[in-house]
Every structure is written in C-alpha cells, then in structure tokens.
C-alpha cells in the first residue's frame, strides 16, 4: 500500500485486509509511525494521486494520521482529475487528523471520482473537513458513507465537508460539530448536485446540511426511505446475510444500509 507513492498514476489492487497486525503497521500507520506523525497519506495536491485504486471489498484498519499543520489528509491526500479512481474500500476504526483545506477519512481532497466506499471512526481539521471527502470538486462522490464523529472550525460535513462537485446515493450517520458552514451531510455546497443523499438528524446533532435530506433513526433504518430515492437496494434477513446482485443491503427497522460486498458482522 505504501508503495503506491512511488507511481501515483498506476492501478491497484488491495489483497487481503490490512490491520495493526499487518507487517509494516508500525513503521508506517501506528501511532508511533514517522515520529508520531502516523501514517503520510498518498498524493499531495503538487503530485495527485491519478491511478486506480481498487479495495476489492477489503477493509483498513487501525489507521493512524496525525498531521495537525499539513493540507490534504486521509488515507489518500489528494486525488487528482483525469483518472483518480478509488473504489470498493472501507476504512475502519481510524483517526485523521489534518489542519485546512482538506481533510477526510478517506480522501482530504478529491478531483477524480470516489465510489463504494465508506470510513467509521474519527476525522479533526480546522477548514474543509468531511468523513469521507474533506474538499470535493472532483467527478463523483457516489454509493459510499460515513459513521464517522467529525469535528472542525470551518466548513465542516458529516460526509463531505465542501462541494463543487456531484454526490449521489450516498448517507452520514456521525457526530458533526463545528463553528461556521457545519452540516450534517456537507457543510458548504458551492453549485455542487447533491442527489438522492441523506444524514441522521439525532446521531449528528445537526438539524441542517448545505445539501442533502435529513432523517430520523428510524427513517433511516427503513428501506422505504432509500428505494424510494432509487437506491439499489434490497432487504435482506440479518446483517451476516448477503445479496451482492444489489449494491445496498439493509435489514429493514434494524439496521442502516450497507453495501452488499462489506465483510460479515
């Protein structure tokens, strides 16, 4: 994975799951990593990550950023226009930590197109920060999510923190605070298509969003309110059941949708 910096415009298949007990955590995603700095993200926004990036459906885990003075944090920094592709990952149980202009879980910011993917765990910025994308003005943002608790002081999203750009079939679940442009979906959507996307009201403690609709728990948890939207989705019997043939699964009043590909509760 950390090789990946050394050919920004390549494609990428992830493997297998990576986690705290992967060889190589320690040096390069703990805590500990590169002076406690945790890890460097890939693609800065002087040299963009362009290729393809392929989860498989795989998860990370355990990641660890803590870069507090620098722009352009996730696991990826930046991905660029032109052909950045990420897609089918989910990053779990993770801490990002940036300072302004683009900090997210997954991507702190994105010109290409981010697809299937979703991030739980925690994201912390000062300006443009959002769960999955912090700064969105690229293709797409599109049947992804985040659960994660996210917190910054100026244009802070549950799921994108600013966006020029297209999100679709897309939801946030997360604790959102913030001072200025803060909502609960995306925090500022500057002439952005923000369709068919929803937040839960009570779990972010934010009754407003730049974009997007918000919800209930329980609205959330019923499938009504996804197929009547046009999501892809099916209800299936409990969470460790799977229908891959729709890219949404729910257990319908129990659970928030998932993707179908997201590994067994």
């Known amino acids: 994975m950390d090789a990946i910096r050394n050919n920004l415009s390549g494609t990428y298949l992830l493997m297998n799951d990576l986690n705290s007990t992967t060889p190589g955590y320690e040096e390069l995603a703990s805590p500990t990593a590169n ?22 459906g795989y998860e990370i885990s355990d990641l660890l950023i803590n870069r507090t003075d620098e722009s352009g944090i996730g696991l990826f920094g930046v991905v660029g226009s032109g052909g950045g592709v990420i897609k089918d990952i989910g990053v779990v149980n993770a801490t990002a930590t940036g300072g302004t202009y683009g900090v997210g879980g997954l991507v702190g910011g994105n010109a290409g197109t981010v697809s299937d993917c979703y991030f739980t765990g925690n994201v912390t910025g000062e300006w443009y920060v ?21 917190t910054g002081d100026y244009i802070v999203g549950g799921l994108v923190g600013w966006n020029g750009a297209t999100v679709s079939n897309s939801y946030s679940t997360g604790n959102v605070s913030g001072d200025e442009y803060v909502g609960g979906l995306v925090g500022l959507n500057d002439d952005g298509a923000v369709t068919n996307c929803f937040w839960d009201t009570e779990t972010s403690g934010q009754g407003g969003s730049a974009a997007g609709t918000g919800k209930t728990t329980a609205e959330m948890q019923d499938i009504t309110t996804f197929s009547g939207a046009g999501w892809d989705i099916v209800a299936v019997a409990n969470p460790g059941t799977r229908n891959t043939s729709y890219i ?18």
Request: net charge negative.
């Open 35 to 56: 002076e406690g700095k945790g890890w460097e993200p890939i693609g800065t926004f002087d040299n963009q990550f362009t290729g393809t990036f392929n989860g498989q």
């Open 248 to 265: 949404w699964n729910t257990v319908d009043d129990e659970t928030y949708p998932f993707l179908s590909w997201q590994p067994l509760s």
């Open 130 to 150: 959002g769960g999955l994308v912090g700064r969105n003005g690229g293709d797409t943002v599109s049947d992804s999510y985040s659960s994660s608790s996210v």
